[in-house]
């Protein structure tokens, strides 16, 4: 186990100071400008996260890279010991990560990591995994639709614990932790159900329609809505800028989840364009997607900030 002293740093980096809306830089419009070394879109809250020259050198993609790589053709893959289990934001046990990479005639389980993304679940440090893949327990199976298992397994984006990985030393020294967290800001009364919303109302016969102009090079709306996995995400900033679109966290739907929108951030309206098949691919659709600056509030923890798609909200 890693010093508790650092799990208690890592939770008072957490706590929650809010700002003042009346402080935020933000534009009726949608244009491009700096704050310090960040680049924004029409809201200082819409950014790229500020990064440094060093902790450049550690990642690829916003994925940390590994210096001891199992195989050098998965440079961003981090062994796990046996069993490891992974968590939604909230805390809730989602299942174990299976063996999935081959070093020679073994397996191995695997996990790449976002940068900047710690938290702390019942009191142990956990790093953000992304796009892990994990046997679903029971209880999150129900949840599931069975075409959406490979080999029983399903791949989600969430938290595993920082001691399940063989090497954790050479990863917290490269993962930044606590660095990735977006600003809390006071939140309105009202508050949205997250229901997760429905996964194909992007799609036509053609395929699912894209949030960039650049069609077939992702994101696609889908990415923002009920995960296969059964999650929904909070993301750093609105798609459709080229900001990095880095997730913060990730909940499984359930009734106790719920979403208040800050007060005073700028809510974003993001068109939808055509898909490559389409014939008129590359134009603007008819259906756009709205996103909106809040929390997600569950049980037993402090609010999580981040952009939510509205399409994934119920009053």
Known sequence: ??????????????????LDPATLKQYPDNREFMVGNRKCFGSELNGQRASDPEEKRFTRANRVINPSPLRGDKPLDWELRPGTEVYDGAGVLMGTVPATLEIG??????SMFN????NVLAGRICVYAFSVSIKPSAAVLKL????????????????LPLDCVVDKETLLKRIGLGKARPPALPL?????????????????EFGELSIVRQVGSGPVPSHYLRRPSGTINLVYSVPGFGLGGQGVDSFLVSDGLEFSPAKGAKVFKQPTYFPSKHPQAGKISPQTMTFLYGAIKAKGIEPVYGWIAQEALEP
């Open 1 to 18: 186990m890693l010093p508790f002293a650092l799990a208690s740093s890592i939770l008072a980096s957490a706590q929650t100071v809010l």
């Open 105 to 110: 005639d073994r397996r191995v389980p695997v």
């Open 115 to 118: 940068f900047g993304a710690s």
């Open 144 to 159: 599931l639709n069975p075409s959406d298992l490979r080999d029983g397994a399903v791949a989600t984006s969430a938290w």
């Open 188 to 204: 309105e009364a009202k508050s949205y159900r997250v229901t997760g919303g429905n996964p194909k109302m992007y799609w036509t």
